[in-house]
């Protein structure tokens, strides 16, 4: 599905955001996403610094949880690429 916005193709869509927001209680506490458009696919952006902060279990929380958005996100048309922000 292609939506286009004042001329700009998008890929991001209202069905994706509900989808994405419909996940927000499997997220470890502290543990945030963030999406980028990229106009013809999506990339989910987790901090690595969040992500290296968590205990163990809160760590396999936080995979189930970025596994379940990038299924979401595909399941609503989207394709997905995910990837960590920054490190040491």
């Known amino acids: 599905m292609e939506l286009y916005i004042l001329g700009q193709k998008i890929m991001y869509t209202d069905a994706m955001r509900r ?3 419909s996940l927000d ?3 470890p506490k502290g543990f945030r996403l963030e999406l980028v458009d ?3 696919f999506i990339t989910v952006r987790a901090s690595e610094k969040s992500f290296m902060s968590l205990l163990d279990e809160d760590k396999r929380r936080a995979v189930e949880y970025m596994v379940r958005v990038k299924k979401a996100l595909e399941d609503n048309g989207a394709i997905v690429l995910l990837v960590r922000e920054g490190g040491k």
């Open 38 to 40: 990229n106009d013809n």
């Open 19 to 21: 989808a994405f927001r």
């Open 25 to 27: 209680h499997f997220a």
